[in-house]
């Protein structure tokens, strides 16, 4: 089988299993835990920011960070197509008492102009207070779309002007500091706190950060322990993503460029409509004519591709450690014949 439905899909490397197996392990809750606390160091450094925790999921991060940086009756400011409105249950309403203000930005980016329009006038009691604005780089809705770090900067401004604390919700953000030629260093001075996963294209098996400042971090751990995420020897999964920080940043580029071919191949074809712009490893496009969305996955999936349709009329497909070249030429060869 050819997965192209997620990057959460991928298997660890012998690599990867062989660091597990070594790691050095202690009570995680306790602060003795070698790996995590090796992990946590190594993260923050790269970041240049002060401190790191280590959770089980990209929605605990998240979720974690918009708690402490909120109090009940708060809004925050995000695009429509966000991870952390759309799919993270309703996290923002559950665990902080927080409204949304919802951004139509432009294949999941928003400006800072949208920003400065969607924050309340603090002096008027029937507004909630705008607290929080939060970016999510790469878009996963957005088709893996980039910002461009300019509007990151810009946004940043609207925040720093206006009292709002600024979370980035980089699931993939190693994706576009890769596709974009950036430094880590330079998200961390702009963020307040930044989420990673290290289980999506990085090829862990569980494991993503949230980084900060100590402080943030002090509350983070608090936060980790009230929602049940506190683990114990939980260095065996550390050593994966220490692993992959090590051997897998640098090759998200082939998956760039699997994606890249995969695309060019898919827009060739009659039943592809609109494609939206492909920037990194996702890819997003109308299914029209001959088949439905649901019809192309399943001819797909009978030529032992897996894709995913993620709405009546589109498609997904997500390159990632495990699709190797030729699996992209095999991919290439069945579409081709559809
Ligand atoms: C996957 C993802 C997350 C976190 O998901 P988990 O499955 O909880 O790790 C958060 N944000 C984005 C954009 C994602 O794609």
């Not at 980016?109 to 603090?122: H, K, P, S």
């Not at 029937?126 to 790469?138: G, I, M, P, Q």
């Not at 990151?152 to 604390?165: D, F, H, P, S, T």
């Not at 074809?269 to 609109?274: I, P």
């Amino acid at each position: 089988m050819i997965d192209l439905r997620s990057d959460t899909v991928t298997k660890p490397t012998a690599g990867m299993l062989q660091a597990m197996m070594s790691a050095k392990v202690g009570d995680d809750v306790f602060g003795e835990d070698p790996a995590v606390n090796e992990l946590e160091e190594k993260i923050a450094g790269m970041f240049d920011m002060e401190a790191a925790l280590f959770c089980a999921s990209g929605t605990m991060t998240n979720q974690i960070a918009i708690k402490c940086h909120t109090q009940p009756g708060d809004e925050v400011i995000c695009d429509r197509l966000s991870h952390i409105y759309q799919y993270e249950g309703g996290g923002i309403a559950f665990n902080s008492g927080c409204s949304v203000n919802l951004i139509d930005g432009n294949y999941g980016r928003i400006t800072a102009e949208q920003v400065e329009a969607a924050i309340n006038n603090r002096n008027d009691a029937h507004k909630a207070y705008s607290k929080l604005v939060s970016l999510e780089n790469t878009a996963n809705r957005g088709g893996g779309s980039c910002y461009n770090f300019d509007d990151i900067k810009a946004i940043k401004k609207v925040c720093e002007a206006n009292n709002l604390l600024l979370h980035l919700d980089g699931a993939r953000l190693f994706n576009a500091i890769v596709a974009k030629n950036e430094l880590e260093k330079d998200y961390g001075k702009i963020f307040d706190s930044v989420s990673i996963c290290i289980s999506k294209g990085l090829g862990a098996p569980v494991g993503s950060v949230l980084i900060g400042t100590k402080d943030f971090i002090k509350k983070a751990r608090r936060i980790r322990k009230v929602f049940g995420g506190g683990m114990r020897q939980a260095g065996f999964l550390a050593a994966a993503c220490m692993y992959a920080l090590d051997n897998h940043i640098e090759r998200l580029q082939q998956d760039h460029y699997h994606a890249s071919r995969l695309a060019e191949t898919l827009r060739q074809k009659d039943f592809t409509g609109e494609m939206y712009p492909v920037e990194t490893n996702i890819i997003i496009f109308q299914v029209k004519g001959k088949y439905t969305a649901s019809q192309l996955a399943e001819v797909l999936k009978k030529n032992d591709i897996l894709a995913i349709a993620i709405s009546k009329t589109q498609v997904r497909m997500v390159t990632h450690l495990n699709i190797t070249s030729a699996m992209i030429d095999e991919a290439i060869e069945v579409i081709n014949h559809l």
